[in-house]
C-alpha cells in the first residue's frame, strides 16, 4: 500500500466517530475526496458524498460507514460519577477496566470505567458479566458539581485506544468496523482518478450505521443508484473458540469477502467474483442466508430496487477495542473495487434470471 495511503488511514483511526457524532473524520474524508472526485457533498444526515464522471447514465455507489459503536452520558451522581449507555452493540464485558474519552464541548475529558475489585466480590459476582447501567466512569470529580463543569448529559464517549502494528502485516485499533470501509471507498477512488469511466461513481462515507442503517438509507435515496456496493468488516474465524459452522470459514490475509445470498444479486456477485480471479486479487466466499446486517440492506430496497453486493474486510474481534484486520485485504479490497469499475460498460442486465 502506497505511503500516503498508510497516513491517510492511520489518521481516520485517530478520529473517534460514534454514530451522530462524526464530524471529525466527515472532515478528513471530505478532504481527501476533493483530490480525486469532480465533486463532494455532504448532506443534512452527515454523509460525505464523492462523486466521479457525474454524467454517466449509469450509476454505481459504493458505501463504507464511517461510524463506530460507543458510550453516552445519561446521568451524573452526587459523587461525580458519570453513568453511561451504549452507541451501538457494546459488549459489557469488554468495557471494564478501559480507559475512555468523554467528548465534550470544551474539549475532551479523560476517564475510566470502573468496576467493584475481585477481591471485595461475593463470588456469585465473579461469575456474572456486569450489566453497562451497573458501571461508571471515573473522570477524577470531586463531586457531581465538579463534574458538571468539565462534561454534561448526553455527551459522547469513546476507547481511549491507539492504532498499533503486530506480526504479519496485521494492525489493530478501536472503530475498524467500519472506518476500514470508509477507507476502502476513498482508496478506491483514488486508484481510478485518471481512469477511463463508462460509469459514473459515487464514493460515500455512511453515518449511523451502527444504529440502523440510517445514512446509506438517505443517501441511495437522493443518488438512486442503479448498482450498490457496501464495503464492511466481515467476520473472521481463524481466532481459539470460533466456529465456522456457524458463519462460514474466513482468514486474515486471504483478501477480501464476497458473499452469496438473497441480499447479493447474483449476476453482479459473479462478475465481481470473475473480474478478482481474472485480475489475480486473491478473495474468499460465504454465505449470507438472510439480509446481511450491512449497508447493503437499504440499498438494495432503495425506490424501485438495486443490484446490490457486499464486499467485507476480513476483522478479528469486531465491536472490541481491539479489532484486527490484514493491511493485505485491505489494500485488495479496494483493488478489487476498482477494477471491478473500470470494468463496466454501463450496460449491464442484473435482472435475475433462471440459469
Known amino acids: 500500500m502506497e505511503k500516503q495511503s498508510v497516513r491517510f488511514l492511520k489518521e481516520l483511526m485517530a ?18 475526496m476533493n483530490e480525486y472526485c469532480d465533486d463532494v457533498t455532504t448532506d443534512v444526515c452527515g454523509n460525505v458524498i464523492g462523486v466521479v464522471n457525474p454524467k454517466a447514465p449509469t450509476r454505481l455507489m459504493l458505501s463504507g460507514h464511517c461510524d463506530e459503536i460507543g458510550f453516552m ?12 449507555a451504549s452507541v451501538g452493540g457494546v459488549d459489557p464485558g469488554i468495557a471494564t477496566g478501559q480507559r475512555v474519552r468523554v467528548h465534550a464541548v470544551d474539549g475532551d475529558v479523560m476517564g475510566v470505567i470502573g468496576r467493584k475489585p475481585i477481591h471485595l466480590m461475593e ?16 473522570i477524577g470529580a470531586k463531586d457531581k458539581k465538579d463534574a458538571g463543569k468539565a462534561v454534561k448529559v448526553g455527551d459522547y464517549v469513546t476507547f481511549d485506544v491507539g492504532f ?25 477512488l483514488r486508484l481510478l482518478k485518471g481512469r477511463k469511466l463508462k460509469v459514473a461513481v459515487y464514493g460515500v462515507a455512511s453515518v449511523q450505521e451502527e444504529l440502523g442503517l440510517r445514512g ?39 483478501g477480501p ?50 443490484a446490490t453486493a457486499l464486499v467485507s474486510i476480513p476483522n ?15 489494500e485488495n479490497t479496494s483493488r478489487l473495487l476498482a477494477e471491478f469499475i473500470c470494468s463496466l460498460n454501463g450496460k449491464a442486465d442484473y435482472i435475475p434470471r433462471s440459469r
Open 15 to 32: 478520529i473517534p466517530s460514534p454514530s451522530g457524532f462524526e464530524a471529525g473524520v466527515q472532515n478528513v474524508i471530505r478532504e481527501r
Open 73 to 84: 452520558i445519561t446521568y451524573i451522581d452526587d459523587k461525580g460519577f458519570l453513568y453511561f
Open 316 to 330: 478479528r474481534y469486531m465491536h472490541t477495542p481491539v479489532e484486527v484486520i490484514s493491511m493485505k485485504d485491505l
Open 257 to 306: 469477502t464476497l458473499h452469496r445470498g438473497p441480499n447479493i444479486n447474483p449476476g453482479l456477485g459473479a462478475s465481481m467474483e470473475k473480474i478478482a480471479r481474472d485480475k489475480k486479487i486473491p478473495f474468499q466466499v460465504t454465505a449470507e442466508p438472510r439480509s446481511t446486517g450491512t449497508d447493503a440492506n437499504v440499498m438494495q430496497v432503495n425506490k424501485s430496487g438495486v
Open 164 to 188: 498499533i502494528e503486530l506480526r504479519n502485516d496485521l494492525v489493530c485499533a478501536h472503530g475498524f468496523d467500519d472506518r476500514a470501509g470508509a477507507f476502502s471507498v476513498v482508496e478506491t
Open 123 to 138: 463470588s456469585q459476582e465473579m461469575d456474572k458479566q456486569p450489566k453497562l447501567h451497573e458501571l461508571w466512569i471515573d
Open 216 to 254: 446509506a438509507k438517505t443517501s441511495a435515496y437522493g443518488i438512486d443508484p442503479h448498482i450498490g456496493i457496501a464495503i464492511d468488516v466481515g467476520f473472521a474465524t481463524d481466532f481459539p473458540t470460533s466456529d465456522p459452522k456457524r458463519v462460514g470459514e474466513c482468514f486474515l490475509g486471504k
